[in-house]
C-alpha cells in the first residue's frame, strides 16, 4: 500500500519561506506525476504546482515565481520551496500522487493523497 507523509508545514510571516516535503513509501510500478495542492478555509481544493515524469512542472498563476516544485526521485521524495509567502497563501496543503500499479494483468489508476501540512501566513 502506498503512503504519502507530508511535513514542513508552519507559522511564518508574510515574505518568509517554508519548504515542504512529501515522502512517498509503498511499492508503484510507476508515477505519472507528483503535485501539491491546498485548500483555504471556505475554498475548494486547488493545484499548486505538479511536476511530471520526466521533469516537466505545472503552477497555478498565483504562485508562479514564488514557489518551486521539486523531485529527489531516489528518495521518494517531493518538495515544494515557497518563497515570498503571503496571507492569501496560508492553506492546508496536501501531497498527491498519479501512479500506476499492475492489477492481475491490467494497470490501475492509483490517485493517493497525504493527510495534508498547514500552513500559515500571518505577521
Known amino acids: 500500500q502506498v503512503q504519502l507523509v507530508e511535513s514542513g508545514g508552519g507559522l511564518v510571516q508574510p515574505g518568509g519561506s517554508l519548504r515542504l516535503s512529501c515522502t512517498w513509501s509503498?511499492?508503484?510500478?510507476?508515477?505519472?506525476?507528483m503535485g501539491w495542492y491546498r485548500q483555504a478555509p471556505g475554498k475548494q481544493r486547488e493545484l499548486v504546482a505538479q511536476?511530471?515524469?520526466?521533469?516537466?512542472?505545472n503552477y497555478a498563476n498565483t504562485v508562479l515565481g514564488r514557489f518551486t516544485i521539486s523531485r529527489e526521485s531516489a528518495e521518494n521524495v517531493v518538495y515544494l520551496q515557497m518563497n515570498d509567502l503571503k496571507p492569501e497563501d496560508t492553506a492546508v496543503y496536501y501531497c498527491?500522487?498519479?501512479?500506476?500499479?499492475?492489477?492481475?494483468?491490467?494497470?490501475?489508476?492509483?490517485?493517493?493523497w497525504g493527510q495534508g501540512t498547514r500552513v500559515t501566513v500571518s505577521s
Open positions: 498527491n500522487v498519479d501512479g500506476r500499479n499492475w492489477k492481475g494483468f491490467s494497470l490501475e489508476t492509483l490517485n493517493i
Open positions: 509503498g511499492d508503484m510500478y510507476a508515477i505519472v506525476a
Open positions: 511536476i511530471i515524469n520526466g521533469g516537466a512542472t
